[in-house]
């Protein structure tokens, strides 16, 4: 950030974005700017898909870890061992990595912990939060209990992705994120606007965004122009950042024989693929990455 601040010279705005852990690692630098005074600050932050909080079970991680080491238990140090087919992400996720992102939610929370005591938040650069109601990664609620609920700073947003309402979906699901929605809109002051984009209706896949800015407690709709894709019944940790036109993760296959992971069409009898059903059913693009980028842009005043 110094070097960027020194190329850039005094007067041009910095911006962070960042994604899962580096949204954290950009809440964090921020925290740190606060209070030193060497420390160049952005102007703005965009997180995607934000690691503020992570399962419980990553409290454990350390001690996983560790039992790793004694011998004929070396895979304890590994949540998943997968085949690495993708080129730009691992399959596999070492236990250590899940402690070192845990590690870095406790710092975060302890640094507000004593800035808000202190008064000192106010300065927190403005910050728009974009997550996916489901996402088997972070925690969404985490997003608003330990971050823009306790900063003390004005201009902050969420953008908040709801899952496909459509009536047909609703008796096969697992997870319904509707009652931590509802949560987060019964708090009668919110000191952040919150957007939900959503279903118009559970007859319709077309969607509409319901706003509410800090000082209401009324929804304002607006028709977003867009549909749910047949097939996608919700985002995903990992789809937030793509495009649908992306050649590896995108909608479509780019050039025949190329690789392409975005929509694998893959069906047979179980066991025959190295990759897990669960790798083949993620979605690995936005749907709503026009809505998206418009918000980001829209934010940064570009």
Same mark, same amino acid.
């Given at each position: 950030? !110094?070097?960027?601040?020194?190329?850039?010279?005094?007067?041009?705005?910095?911006?962070?974005?960042?994604?899962?852990?580096?949204?954290?690692?950009?809440?964090?630098?921020?925290?740190?700017?606060?209070?030193? *005074?060497?420390? /160049?600050?952005?102007?703005?932050?965009?997180?995607?898909?934000?690691?503020?909080?992570?399962? &419980?079970? =990553?409290?454990?991680?350390?001690?996983?870890?560790?039992?790793?080491?004694?011998?004929?238990?070396?895979?304890?140090?590994?949540?998943?061992?997968?085949?690495?087919?993708?080129?730009?992400?691992?399959?596999?996720?070492?236990?250590?990595?899940?402690?070192?992102?845990? $590690?870095?939610?406790?710092?975060?929370?302890?640094?507000?912990?004593?800035?808000?005591t202190r008064g000192g938040?106010?300065?927190? /650069?403005?910050?728009? =939060?974009?997550?996916?109601?489901?996402?088997?990664?972070?925690?969404?609620?985490?997003?608003?209990?330990? @971050?823009?609920?306790?900063?003390?700073?004005?201009?902050? *947003?969420f953008v908040l992705f709801?899952?496909?309402?459509?009536?047909?979906?609703?008796?096969?699901?697992?997870?319904?994120?509707?009652?931590?929605?509802?949560?987060?809109?019964?708090?009668?002051?919110?000191?952040?606007?919150?957007?939900?984009?959503?279903?118009?209706?559970?007859?319709?896949?077309?969607?509409?965004?319901?706003?509410?800015?800090?000082?209401?407690?009324?929804?304002?709709?607006?028709?977003?122009?867009?549909?749910?894709? !047949?097939?996608?019944?919700?985002?995903?940790?990992?789809?937030?950042? @793509?495009? &649908?036109?992306?050649?590896?993760?995108?909608?479509?296959?780019?050039?025949?024989?190329?690789?392409?992971?975005?929509?694998?069409?893959?069906?047979g009898e179980k066991g025959?693929?190295?990759?897990? =059903?669960?790798?083949?059913?993620?979605? !690995?693009?936005?749907? @709503?990455?026009?809505?998206?980028? $418009?918000?980001?842009?829209?934010?940064?005043?570009?």
């Amino acid at each position: 950030m !110094r070097h960027l601040r020194k190329t850039l010279g005094p007067d041009k705005p910095i911006y962070i974005m960042g994604y899962s852990t580096g949204a954290a690692l950009a809440v964090d630098y921020s925290l740190d700017a606060l209070g030193e *005074e060497e420390l /160049p600050r952005a102007e703005a932050l965009v997180l995607i898909s934000p690691a503020i909080g992570v399962s &419980p079970a =990553a409290t454990f991680a350390k001690w996983q870890s560790r039992l790793s080491w004694v011998l004929g238990m070396e895979k304890v140090a590994w949540t998943d061992l997968l085949p690495e087919y993708d080129p730009y992400k691992y399959g596999s996720f070492a236990v250590n990595a899940g402690d070192l992102i845990h $590690q870095l939610t406790l710092a975060i929370g302890a640094k507000l912990d004593a800035l808000t005591t202190r008064g000192g938040t106010g300065d927190f /650069p403005r910050t728009l =939060a974009i997550a996916s109601s489901v996402d088997a990664t972070v925690s969404m609620g985490a997003v608003v209990d330990q @971050f823009l609920a306790r900063v003390g700073n004005e201009g902050n *947003e969420f953008v908040l992705f709801d899952i496909d309402r459509l009536r047909e979906l609703q008796p096969i699901l697992a997870k319904d994120p509707q009652p931590e929605i509802q949560a987060i809109l019964g708090t009668k002051i919110l000191p952040f606007t919150i957007t939900i984009v959503t279903n118009k209706g559970p007859e319709t896949r077309e969607v509409v965004t319901k706003v509410r800015v800090p000082g209401s407690q009324s929804l304002s709709v607006t028709d977003l122009h867009e549909s749910w894709p !047949r097939g996608v019944h919700s985002l995903a940790h990992v789809s937030l950042p @793509f495009s &649908p036109a992306d050649p590896l993760y995108g909608a479509t296959q780019s050039s025949p024989g190329a690789l392409h992971l975005g929509d694998l069409d893959a069906r047979g009898e179980k066991g025959v693929l190295s990759i897990p =059903a669960g790798g083949i059913l993620r979605l !690995r693009y936005n749907p @709503f990455f026009r809505y998206t980028k $418009q918000r980001i842009m829209t934010f940064l005043g570009q």
